[in-house]
Nanobody, 124 residues
Framework: QVQLVDSGGGLVQAGGSLRLSCAAS????????MGWFRQAPGKEREFVAG????????DYVDSVKGRFTISRDNAKNTVYLQMIGLKPEDTADYYC?????????????????WGQGTHVTVSS
């Protein structure tokens, strides 16, 4: 059983940056792809970014490409989401997720472990 603890959210002005962190404990972190989803009020949950178990491959939703970077440190059982050029439409609850697979998929059904979420608010 993998437990995920998200952190790093907060309030930032448009154009600013934040780095989200996700600390994993238990289970086999390094064998799993990891990712981030987000959900804004009144909207569907959305895949944001994913990274393969080795860190060699990543994927992003089009709206964050060039602005967000996902990375992981398998020695520290931690995954990060560096966000720059934040926009008001990035405002959401962000959830770290752990996959049942080693490769990245955007479907939420691929992810069996979910963090508690961290809130990001981007003001205009």
């Amino acid at each position: 059983q993998v437990q995920l603890v998200d952190s790093g959210g907060g309030l930032v002005q448009a154009g600013g940056s934040l780095r989200l962190s996700c600390a994993a404990s238990g289970g086999t972190f390094s064998s799993r792809a990891m990712g981030w989803f987000r959900q804004a009020p009144g909207k569907e949950r959305e895949f944001v970014a994913g990274i393969t178990n080795s860190g060699s491959g990543t994927d992003y939703v089009d709206s964050v490409k060039g602005r967000f970077t996902i990375s992981r440190d398998n020695a520290k059982n931690t995954v990060y989401l560096q966000m720059i050029g934040l926009k008001p439409e990035d405002t959401a609850d962000y959830y770290c997720v752990g996959s049942r697979y080693s490769l990245v998929y955007s479907s939420p059904t691929s992810y069996i472990y979910w963090g508690q979420g961290t809130h990001v608010t981007v003001s205009s």
